[in-house]
């Protein structure tokens, strides 16, 4: 069952989330762009019995506003204020695809403090959007910086171009039926400029901390790249580099159901 949304004022921010509760350790889920925390709701409820899952709407989304967001560290202290203002002492972190890259960002400016204890990355372009993501999603980007709002609109909540992408991508209403009614939830504006602020992002994150990155080798967004980066360069002990076919952001039922089982699998080994 979806708990009850929270609005609250930290600092002059407004943050809104689903907090499921409980004295368990803190579970920390960021979506992706053009979404909202509602689409890490089953993540949340396969996780409930053994966390606290708490799914935040980041910033530009959801009528949460991005005005002081100017560069992509703002995106990682947005989340870490409230983690302090919960006084969670100890988090894991599920990041899918931009929440992906913020929950990296924020294990590398918090490492100091030994605060992330897992980290789950799923469906990131770690190497930056300008590195990372596949010619068509490259494509995508010089195309919304020339588009009218109203053509924009029109697009991202367009039945029949949801029922097309269905068509290509077997049983991919998996994916966009969470979607569906919330890709508006972004304005063009605010698409453009996480876009720019994400471009050249890189990262330098602690390997001591348990990870895992999932990617999908065939992800239409997110280059194959990713994958070959991530198993050359950080798969070793604790770190962990797996691929699930149909997981990413065009994703079936079974491709779904395994990437969620693998996540609940890490973070239960990794308390």
Same mark, same amino acid.
């Given at each position: 069952m979806?708990?009850?949304?929270?609005?609250?004022?930290?600092?002059?921010r407004a943050y809104k989330?689903?907090?499921?509760?409980?004295?368990?350790p803190?579970?920390?889920l960021?979506?992706g762009m053009y979404?909202?925390k509602?689409n890490m709701?089953? !993540? =949340?409820?396969?996780l %409930?019995?053994?966390?606290?899952?708490v799914?935040?709407?980041?910033p530009g989304?959801?009528?949460? &506003? @991005?005005?002081?967001?100017?560069?992509f560290d703002d995106l990682?202290d947005y989340?870490?204020?409230?983690i302090?203002k919960?006084?969670?002492?100890e988090?894991y972190?599920?990041?899918?695809?931009?929440?992906?890259?913020?929950?990296?960002?924020?294990?590398e400016k918090?490492?100091?403090?030994k605060?992330?204890?897992g980290?789950v990355?799923?469906?990131a372009?770690?190497?930056?959007?300008?590195h990372?993501l596949?010619?068509?999603?490259?494509?995508?980007?010089?195309i919304s910086?020339?588009?009218?709002e109203?053509?924009y609109l029109?697009?991202?909540?367009n039945?029949?171009?949801?029922?097309? !992408? =269905?068509?290509?991508? %077997?049983?991919a209403?998996?994916?966009?039926?969470?979607?569906?009614?919330t890709?508006s939830?972004? &304005? @063009?504006r605010?698409a453009?400029?996480?876009?720019?602020?994400?471009?050249?992002?890189s990262?330098d994150?602690?390997?001591s901390v348990p990870?895992l990155?999932?990617?999908?080798k065939r992800d239409?967004l997110?280059?194959?790249?990713n994958?070959?980066?991530?198993?050359?360069?950080?798969?070793?002990g604790?770190?962990?580099v797996a691929?699930?076919?149909?997981s990413?952001?065009?994703?079936?039922?079974?491709?779904y159901?395994s990437?969620?089982?693998?996540i609940q699998r890490?973070?239960t080994e990794n308390?």
């Amino acid at each position: 069952m979806r708990p009850k949304e929270h609005i609250e004022l930290i600092k002059g921010r407004a943050y809104k989330y689903f907090d499921y509760g409980g004295d368990k350790p803190v579970v920390i889920l960021l979506h992706g762009m053009y979404v909202t925390k509602s689409n890490m709701e089953d !993540i =949340a409820q396969d996780l %409930s019995t053994k966390f606290r899952c708490v799914a935040l709407d980041l910033p530009g989304h959801n009528k949460v &506003s @991005l005005k002081k967001i100017t560069k992509f560290d703002d995106l990682a202290d947005y989340v870490l204020m409230f983690i302090k203002k919960k006084q969670f002492k100890e988090v894991y972190l599920v990041g899918y695809s931009l929440g992906g890259l913020i929950s990296l960002k924020i294990a590398e400016k918090a490492d100091n403090t030994k605060m992330v204890k897992g980290l789950v990355v799923w469906s990131a372009p770690i190497l930056g959007f300008q590195h990372g993501l596949t010619r068509v999603a490259k494509l995508a980007i010089p195309i919304s910086k020339i588009i009218p709002e109203k053509v924009y609109l029109a697009v991202v909540t367009n039945d029949i171009l949801n029922k097309l !992408i =269905a068509s290509v991508y %077997s049983k991919a209403d998996l994916f966009i039926k969470p979607m569906k009614g919330t890709l508006s939830a972004l &304005s @063009l504006r605010d698409a453009v400029k996480l876009i720019d602020i994400s471009v050249n992002v890189s990262f330098d994150f602690p390997k001591s901390v348990p990870t895992l990155f999932v990617f999908d080798k065939r992800d239409p967004l997110v280059s194959y790249k990713n994958y070959r980066h991530s198993k050359e360069h950080f798969e070793s002990g604790s770190l962990i580099v797996a691929t699930i076919h149909k997981s990413g952001h065009f994703r079936d039922y079974e491709g779904y159901s395994s990437l969620r089982k693998e996540i609940q699998r890490f973070l239960t080994e990794n308390l």
